[in-house]
C-alpha cells in the first residue's frame, strides 16, 4: 500500500478530523437511507408478488434477512476494530466498537424475533433448537455480554481491552452461523443469496430484497457513525470532569491547609 | 392489500422492528442531547472564568 492512502487513513481517523467528516457526512448519509428505504418499502410491498408456497409472508423476509445481514455486518466491524485496540491502540477503535454493540444487538434481536414470526405460519412453531438459530441467539447474547461488560467498567480504556479480547473470541461464532445450514442438517434453509452459482431467489423478490439491505445498511451505518460521534463526546465531558474534579480538589487543599502543613495534609 | 391469514404476523414483524428501531434512534438522540448539554455546562464553566481560577 502506498503512503498517501495510509496518510488518508491516518488524517480521517484522527478524532478531531473525524467530528467534521462525519458532521457533514452524517445528514446526507441519512437522507439516503430514508430515500432508498421508501424505495426498499415499496419495492418489498406493492411491486414483489406473493411467494408460491409462502404467500404474503413473504414480504417478513425483506426485514428478517437485512436484520440478519446487520447483526452479523455489525460483529465482523466490531471484530475489525478490536484488532484496532489491541494491535495499534487507536482511540477511534474502541469508539467505533463500543458504538457498534447495541446497534448490532438491536439487529439481531429483529431478525431473532422476525425469523420467529415467520417460523409459527410456516414450520409451525415459533423457535426450534437448529444450528442456525442457535447461532444467531448466542450472537445476541455474546452482544449483551459487551454491553454490559462497558456499562460495568469505569475507565474507557480498561474496559476497551477487556471488551476487545470478548469480541474476538466471540468472532469464532460469525463462520459458524455462516455455515451452519451447510455443515448440520438446519431447519432453516441453505444460503439463497450469497452462494456458488448465484442466488436462488427469483428477480421479482431478489431486488426489493437487496434494495432492503441496502438501505438497511445505509441507516445501520448512519447510526453507526452518529453514535461515534457521541461517544467521542462522552469522552471529552470524562476528560473534562476529571480535570475540573483535579481543580476543585487542588482548590480546597490550598483553602484548609497552609502551605507549611500541606505535606501532612497530604 | 389482503395479506392472507397470517397477516398478523406479517404486522407484527414489521411493528416489532419500528419499535426497536424507533426506541434504537430516540435512546442515541437523548444520549446526544445529554452530552452536548455537558459540554455546554463546560464551555460556560470556561467563560465565566471559573475554570481558570
Known amino acids: 500500500m502506498s503512503s498517501a492512502p495510509i496518510s488518508l487513513w491516518t488524517r480521517l481517523s484522527n478524532p478531531s478530523h473525524f467530528m467534521r467528516w462525519s458532521g457533514t457526512l452524517a445528514p446526507w448519509l441519512a437522507g439516503l437511507s430514508g430515500l432508498v428505504l421508501a424505495l426498499g418499502l415499496y419495492l418489498a410491498w406493492f411491486v414483489a408478488p406473493p411467494d408460491y408456497q409462502q404467500g404474503e409472508t413473504v414480504r417478513i423476509m425483506f426485514i428478517h434477512v437485512p436484520a440478519a445481514w446487520l447483526g452479523v455486518f455489525f460483529y465482523g466491524a466490531m471484530s475489525l476494530s478490536a484488532v484496532g485496540t489491541l494491535v495499534w491502540r487507536h482511540p477511534l477503535a474502541d469508539v467505533a466498537q463500543r458504538a457498534a454493540a447495541p446497534i448490532g444487538a438491536a439487529f439481531t434481536l429483529i431478525c431473532l424475533v422476525t425469523g420467529s414470526l415467520w417460523g409459527k405460519p410456516m414450520w409451525g412453531t415459533y423457535w426450534v433448537w437448529d444450528a442456525r438459530l442457535t447461532s444467531m441467539l448466542l450472537l445476541f447474547l455474546i452482544y449483551c455480554g459487551i454491553v454490559a461488560l462497558w456499562r460495568t467498567m469505569e475507565d474507557p480504556n480498561r474496559a476497551a481491552r477487556a471488551v476487545a479480547i470478548l469480541t474476538l473470541v466471540g468472532a469464532v461464532n460469525l463462520p459458524i452461523i455462516k455455515f451452519s445450514v451447510n455443515w448440520w442438517s438446519t431447519l432453516h434453509q441453505p444460503a439463497s443469496i450469497l452462494r456458488m452459482g448465484g442466488p436462488t431467489i427469483d428477480p421479482s423478490m431478489l431486488y426489493p430484497l437487496l434494495v432492503m439491505i441496502l438501505a438497511a445498511t445505509l441507516g445501520g451505518t448512519t447510526l453507526h457513525l452518529y453514535a461515534m460521534r457521541t461517544e467521542v463526546m462522552r469522552r471529552r465531558v470524562r476528560t473534562l470532569t476529571i480535570r475540573e474534579a483535579e481543580r476543585l480538589d487542588a482548590g480546597r487543599v490550598a483553602v484548609t491547609a497552609p502551605p507549611d502543613a500541606l505535606p501532612q495534609a497530604l | ?53
Open chain 2, 1 to 53: 392489500m389482503d395479506l392472507g391469514p397470517h397477516a398478523g404476523f406479517i404486522l407484527a414483524s414489521y411493528a416489532f422492528t419500528a419499535l426497536v428501531m424507533g426506541a434504537l434512534v430516540l435512546n442515541a438522540v437523548r444520549d446526544r442531547r445529554a452530552q452536548a448539554r455537558a459540554l455546554r455546562g463546560f464551555e460556560a464553566l470556561r467563560g465565566s472564568g471559573e475554570g481558570r481560577r
